[in-house]
């Protein structure tokens, strides 16, 4: 249809110019008043519909599944499986355009990539994007600007200064590279020069830098690309860049400043934790861990990968620090441990201390408080701000004798209350990190031996799945495009009831994963969950993961401020988002109906 | 609304069915298929219908509440006399373009077949048909019998249709798109604004049927910042 329809917005981007043309001469377009009905539900549809203006309710029953927008396409399951999952019903006047399913069915026949759209199963979908997204990020890591890369501060030294002041100047501001005034040029001299020049040129240490500065600099704005550099280094064989903002200088670029900031220093910051040899040591090695999340998110890692790099560096330096403040009582006694997203390794974004000691028997009272303060402050001032619930080392009731904490297990079982409940979710998802960790496996032990066929206990465990409703609310602003998107929605509605079901199996099967996505395969294994849909369960949790972790970015960058903004979102990101929010459900009603969650009101 | 409230146009077609030169177009005066109507409109070489001409056609044939965009006529006119230079800025065909279009004489016959007995919509139609009637006349010895629907006039219904005398009308085609919500296509291409005219006729025509009316703004239309 003319140029009217937008081939820009996918899967339709996807198509070659012929194929576009194809469909757009097949398009015609339908008015539908509110109320009416697009697609009945399991209904055969002659049409896949876009939304040019309007919005349509996507209903399960009585239920609303979705709120569709405009440039939202619906529905691929009538058109591929002959029959809808859902039906389809206008809200407001809404106008569609309406492609011929024969001609949809001949374009997926024809171009692989735009059928992955129409793939079923969230697997296959994420699969086939998996690449593109690659390619966008080191494409958006590639278009970062100068000012983004870590820059050694411009420290000058007058040309006409001796090797040695040179070389002292460096120390004592901690850089190899100063630049070189010599009354209208400027140069660059490093370390590696100095040292040339005295080893190989066997200079006197009085000689004057300027013999031995390179005064051809290659200069860059700070809003220049990261890529300008990498190819005026190589075009200029340089290792250094100076950055000028056209008034002075601000700093200069190094190669190495750069590689980190595409590749990122994970095994640097690994290195410098397991060196730290001061609580000062370990407070910078600490500061850098944060960032590392960022570097690893625009190398296009996934969330779940991200969040294994950032728990070890997370958990070498919590033992670091245990090492450096318990005292060897509590080293010799204790099991230091982390719990909830810590110990399940599914933390990106610092949030706060969930941390507990068990030890195998009383130690020194004293000896226990200084440390129980020393420890979570010193954490605290690291960056890691204290847990509102006191989930932590300071609260005696989380750092106290395995005993102790079986007798308690006992306790939260036979007599549940909502704090029972947590304090048993906490736990179960704790590990060790530092000092004998049979202390846990003994506790863990104990725990899931007290729950051992209490089908009772578990169904009230199981019950907080149902704590939150699908986020609907999530497609209502899509539709006003002007609520403030609410990650908090992303977290109950998708994300909870995924960690909390496979949390709650897996206490009942006594599998010892703490990781989410391992409780839900090993659930696949086991046969407790079909092992595809265990799969897709992953999936679900990735992508809902990823996009949770992206808004936080975001907004820890000083973005909107907002979290996930559907409007924002990409056609492809809020169908796939559907699409998990899907999988959530039927995960949630498989693990309603295991432990007959219909009985408990 | 349509031809038929207004004495002397009924008198006029009656005359035509008489006269027809053309017994082949007869069709033209029965009743098309039910509920089906076709939008309409004319790019021309400028506004003066004694002098200028048509250079494209684009027709759409709306059936129910759907809009058959993909079996529309569209046609490509090789006008006699120049293009006014005012008239190129508004719709980009330039002269060498037009050239290469068929004499109307020839694009016709298909024309009238795809309208047949259909109501003709239309934004501002009465111009469009002026403009048709200058060729269809000359060619089968009447002018288009077609019933009529103009689109402006039920948007104007629909807004200003309870409103207070003084208020201030605004029937342009920008603000019936925004009032309805319809995106902007290219304009003034033939076939896009047949199309915008489409989507606002089945828009208009279904709050009609349910009684629905256009908010008009109280005062001044409130602010809104980056726009709508």
Redesign the interface.
Known sequence: ????FDASNPPFDRLELREIETLR?????????PGEVLIAQNAPSESLFII???AVEERDGDELVALLGPRDAFDGRAIVQGESGHAFVARD?T?CW?A?KTTVLDLIKRSPRFGAFFYLDISRKLDALEHEAEDQRVGSLMRGRLSDVFMHPATFIEADESIEAAGRRMRDVNSNTLLVRDRDRIGIITGMNLSKGVVLGRLPLETPVRALAHFDVVRLRPDDFVYEALLLMTKHNKRRIAVHDGERYLGVVEDIDLLSFIAGNAQIVAGRIDRAATLDDLAAAAAEIAEQVRILRRQGLKPSVIAEIVSDLNRRLFASLFAMVAPASIREAGCLIVMGSEGRGEQTVRTDQDNGLILAHPVNEAELAAFRTAFSGTLARFGFPPCPGAVMVSNPFWSRPLADFEADFRRWIALPDADAHLNVAIFLDAEAVAGDAALLAKAKAALMDAVRGEQAYLARFAKAVDAFETPIGLFNQLVTAEGAGDALDLKRGGLFPLVHGARALALEKGIPATNTEARLMHLGRIGMLKPAFARQCVDAFQFLAGLRLDAQLAQAAGGSGALVRPAALTTMERDLLRDAFQVVKQFREIVRRHFNLGLFG | MTGWSNPWLAAKRLFHQATIGDQNYRFLFRPGPPDEVVAIDCETTGLDVAHDEIITIAAIRIRGSRILASERFEALVRPDVRIAPEAIKVHHLLESEAKAGALIYHVLPDLLRFIGGRPLVGYYLEFDIAMLNKAVLGFIGVELPNKRIEVSRLYHERKYGDAPPGTVVDLSFAAMLADLGIPRLSQHDAVNDALMTAMAYVALRDLKRRGARIPRPRMKAPLQPGGV
Do not use: C, H, N, R
């Open positions: 249809m003319t140029q009217a001469a097949s398009l015609d377009v339908g008015y539908f008043t040019i203006k309007g006047e106008l309406l011929p």
